[in-house]
């Protein structure tokens, strides 16, 4: 099931904000004496900041390598979930203190640190809360023009926060709480967001079918760009077409009928292939769970068959690129080296040019 989550009639209920620093520079937090006062005008441009830059693909929960009851920031929302109206400030403050705690590094900056809380969210066509948990860390420079009493313009400048963009977010879904809730991040690409995503909150992509079909294409991408002699780019461009084609036109991935399909009974390649998948997922750190077959997602593989490169390039300057895997199947291109000329060639049939 492709991700299904709707903000269309979110709510925004409660919002803490507090000033959280680097903790190897001492730095310190400041703790919110009350909660915002969250008026008309105010909260529909917070909701604006807070939720725009997310983009509602990868889904996560929440994970601990002993148990998942030791998981800090889920133990927090857990104790708001089951009562916002007591626990929900308290709580801010252990989320505060906590990612205080995970600020050790002398690269992360500090900032203000928003704890919110929403109803109505729709995820999976069930109607959720969600806990919103943002930090803001860059801050710009704005110029003020404004006129005095004599109708002379006076020029000043102040420091704020950009609300076009947000730094770090997540939204916490009060949904399947016994695999770690649904929780979905921003800037989790850049270098010093590991801390965010790793150390603060602890979180693993949930693996679906979204997952599953990334996962696996780039493991068909990885091989097809390190599993092949050089002298084998056909093989290669073939193998990469063939994978493409099959996630393109396939509802359900089924493993063994992919491995027929694609090698043929070329064991040798086969072999090659499966032990290039068990190092691909021990260096990822995944659980090998295709042989159980998923729903191919077609929005993921729509993005992902852009890096299958289908050309092969000649040191003659040309080059030539097959657009399916069929044109090898059906013979249209042969390869062989021609001895007069001391160089290799490829012959290519056809019936009209377009």
Known sequence: MEQNIHLEEITMHKLVLHKVGNKSMDEGVRIAKNLFNLKDDLKEILMSYFLSSFKFED????????????????????????????????QSINILQ????????????????YVAYFKDCIVEDEMVDAIGIFKAENKDTYLKLKLDEEDEWTL?????????????????????????????????????????????????????????????????????KNGFKEEDK?????????????????????????KDIIFEGNYDKLDSFEAHKQNFQEKLGIEDTANEGFFISKPVVKKAKRGFKNNIQLDTQMEIKILSSQAQADGYLERGYDDSKEMKYYKIYFNNEK
């Open 156 to 224: 000043d400048f102040e420091e704020g926060t950009d609300i076009s963009k947000l730094d770090k977010g997540c939204l916490i879904f009060n949904k399947d709480k016994e695999t770690g809730y649904r929780v979905i991040s921003i800037d989790l690409k850049s270098v010093d967001a590991k801390y965010w995503k790793d150390e603060f909150l602890t979180i693993t992509q949930v693996q679906d079918e979204r997952f599953q079909t990334k996962a696996y294409m780039d493991l068909c991408k990885e091989f097809g």
């Open 59 to 90: 889904m996560y929960e929440f994970n601990h390598e002993a148990d998942l009851s030791m998981n800090e920031v889920f133990n927090y929302c857990s104790n708001i979930f089951d009562n916002v109206e007591d626990n929900f400030y308290d």
């Open 234 to 258: 056909h093989q290669k461009v073939d193998f990469l077409n063939r994978s493409k084609d099959y996630f393109e036109h396939y509802k359900e991935f089924e493993e063994t009928a992919f």
């Open 98 to 113: 906590h990612l205080y705690d995970k600020s050790n590094h002398v690269k992360i900056k500090g900032g203000e640190l």
